[in-house]
């Protein structure tokens, strides 16, 4: 097992041990937080993309969503095309948790289980789509049984300044081959940052799941990452898709630790021929991004 794989299994025992924060509401977490005036980080971005392309590791029509917002400075230095809904792939199973976390938090009718919650860490860790479809079924059965749009009706009823792109209207069919789901890159931002920041219900175990051990593209094979950041994050990859969404968590030279987000997407036009051949350019153009990202991070704070 890799050092980044065990440090990840570590971090499931250091879930935020709290349930009784007091939740913000949700409607009013701003819709992006205001992009830092001038950034570099976000034209170094936008070139490195363009050079990409020019080196066929991200296609011609490919269309691309990032994000990166620094905790500690509370700035947002990356936005290219955020409020553009595109495929989730599996990118929206974290939703699907946390609109069954609303549910829960709401009734006392309705019971946060060790097989619920084995289900959801097997829709984390490996991406289960069966369990993730018996999670949305709950869901949907707990909120009147109108089929896979109550998982998205649930989160925008709870948290409408979150889910503002996020469309949820099948279950993931047979084969995975799942195309319809859709969110921006300003939604997993805003997800992310309520649920670092506890704005959200059960959000110390949503923490636990999301460093639960699984090949990542922003930290795994990142070659300026060191080994002992910790990352929460879920992948998603179809044959139209290539994506990761998470937290990135950066020890500082002298002590403390800078999270940072870090959204990446890069969807198709069609799906494509020679899938293992594409994902691997897309994941490794995601894994380069992340580095420039990492480095620049590394000088805003003395990282380690």
């Not at 170094?44 to 269309?63: E, M, P, S, T």
């Not at 989160?155 to 069919?173: A, C, M, N, S, W």
């Not at 898709?241 to 403390?256: F, H, K, N, Q």
Request: include cysteine; proline fraction near 4%.
């Amino acid at each position: 097992m890799s050092a980044n794989l065990s440090r990840r299994d570590f971090l499931r025992h250091l879930a935020f041990g709290a349930t009784g924060y007091l939740l913000a509401p949700l409607a009013l977490i701003p819709s992006h937080p205001t992009l830092a005036a001038g950034s570099s980080l976000q034209t170094r971005v936008a070139n490195h993309i363009a050079n990409l392309r020019a080196q066929g590791q991200i296609g011609a029509k490919d269309k691309v969503s990032w994000s990166v917002y620094d905790f500690t400075t509370r700035q947002k230095l990356v936005a290219i095309n955020e409020d553009v809904s595109r495929q989730a792939a599996s990118m929206i199973k974290p939703f699907v948790c946390q609109a069954w976390f609303f549910q829960a938090n709401q009734s006392k009718q309705i019971d946060y289980t060790p097989e619920i919650r084995r289900s959801m860490q097997r829709m984390i860790r490996s991406s289960c789509n069966d369990s993730t479809n018996k999670i949305m079924k709950l869901v949907t059965q707990n909120a009147g049984g109108k089929g896979p749009g109550d998982v998205e009706r649930v989160l925008k009823r709870h948290g409408p300044g979150i889910f503002q792109d996020t469309h949820i209207v099948e279950y993931i069919p047979k084969g995975g081959r799942t195309y319809r789901n859709r969110a921006s890159a300003g939604d997993y931002h805003r997800f992310l940052e309520a649920m670092w920041l506890s704005k959200l219900p059960y959000a110390d175990e949503m923490r636990a799941l999301l460093a639960l051990s699984n090949r990542d593209r922003m930290v795994d094979g990142v070659a300026a990452m060191p080994d002992n950041v910790r990352v929460y994050d879920k992948t998603g990859s179809t044959a139209m898709l290539c994506g990761d969404m998470g937290i990135i968590v950066a020890p500082g030279e002298r002590g403390g630790s800078y999270p940072y987000t870090f959204i990446a997407i890069i969807e198709s036009p069609v799906r494509v021929k020679g899938y293992a051949a594409w994902m691997k350019k897309r994941g490794d153009a995601i894994r380069s991004v992340s580095n420039l990202v990492y480095q620049d991070m590394k000088g805003r704070h003395a990282l380690a």
